[in-house]
């Protein structure tokens, strides 16, 4: 072993250490990094350093991702989306399991326009858990159905991980948004047929909310419901991801549109305030200023690997593995999944990613199909314990009656469902690059 690769190593040693030990990721990343560069190749890292953060805080794709998180808040935030909750959860009650579709038909919505899993498992997590547990849902299932409904948001764009990943391995965000719609929605059909079928076989699990509830809103009321509280959000969505997906507009400048159009939203909902407004700029400038710490701080580590060879050891790596490119996405498939049990996803797409993007490159690997299998891949690493976290979230807000052990137990099969969409999308790579090609991106 040369000295750069013990350096690699080490590097690579020093940095989970420092996560173990508790340091914030971002600081573990920047200290792991200047120090194995500079014992690596001295100062030369710190003079690379201004060029590498300036590029990174004046990328105009980047721009999108407070855009976004504004959009998002801000609907959370006016209870715009409280209602379309409430409403689309009437709609859907006469059926077993029909809170639970309503769940998951909410999460698609919201992830659509907020993308936040925070914001998505927090809103839902308080408006139904008390309800579903009120009306006899099993425990393990409503927390399951909440947290994966709150996760649908990292894959249905607009998407934070797609905008992210785009700028990762080189292609248009339009493309990836355009690629991520069918699985997302490949996705909420999975968790909705599951709940069907806990309908079916379980009802005692998922039981329909009484007729006499029911009866208390007309058919009437609920459509005008319908049509002032869920077409707002819907319109909102379409415009936006129409305008970046058809080539109207470029990501950010949809981004903008979607902010102002979730304020009028927010105004016409009769949901604006001062104060409610100074709540969405601080929400906006809390997530944002932790995806941007977080990149910045992750530019001396990929300096540094990259500088002291880490790309040709991971090369060399992957040649001792059987099967080629197939046998080099299984493991990288496998490595993320493991790696989510422990990191955020930022980090992973941040570190592990771009050491093994090379290796596809000379592959000739359809980088938009890979990077939709990582989305959906590390979409997972919200879900499972001990650091999921959506279990968090929703531990957070959960009542009393409601275990730890209940909503890791209820996240489980959605795990493996979201497995089981994951290779789906492995075996036909048309569901992920027919739109994109369809659409001439």
Known sequence: MSGNEGLVIGMIAGFLALIIIGVPVAISLAVSGFVAGYFGFGTTLFN??????????????????????????????????????????????????????????????????????????????????????????SPSVSCGTICASGTLGQIIPPSLVLILLSDIVGESVGALFAAAFIPGLILA????????????????????????????????????????????????????????????????????????????????????????????????????????????CAQPFSLAFRGLGGEQMVHAMFELLPGGELGAILFLMALLFVLGFFLEWIEISYIALPMFLPVFMNYGTDMVWLAIMVAMNLQMSFLTPPFGWALFFLKGVAPKGISTRDIYVGVLPFVALQLVALVVLFQFPELVTWLPEAIGW
């Open 189 to 296: 059909g999975i968790y909705m047929l599951y709940l069907v079928l806990l309908g079916v076989f379980k009802k005692e699990l998922v039981p329909a909310i009484p007729a006499e509830e029911r009866a208390a809103i007309s058919g009437q009321q609920l459509a005008k419901d319908l049509f002032a509280h869920v077409m707002p959000p819907l319109l909102l969505v379409f415009a936006v991801l129409g305008s970046i997906v058809g080539g109207v507009a470029a990501p950010t400048e949809a981004a903008s549109m979607g902010a102002l159009g979730a304020l009028l939203i927010a105004v016409a909902a009769r949901g604006f305030s001062s104060a409610m407004l100074r709540e969405t700029l601080h929400g906006t400038l809390v997530i944002s200023a932790m995806v941007f710490f977080i990149l910045l």
């Open 48 to 137: 690379l350093m201004p060029a590498r953060l300036f590029g990174v805080v004046t990328n105009y794709t980047l721009l999108a991702i407070p855009l976004f998180v504004f959009m998002g808040v801000m609907l959370e935030k006016s209870k715009v989306a409280e209602n379309m909750l409430e409403t689309i959860g009437k709609a859907m009650g006469g059926l077993n399991g029909g809170m639970g579709l309503a769940i998951i038909l909410v999460g698609v919505l919201m992830g659509a326009s907020t993308g936040i899993v925070g914001a998505t498992v927090v809103t839902v997590g308080l408006l139904t858990l008390p309800a579903l547990m009120r009306r006899g849902y």
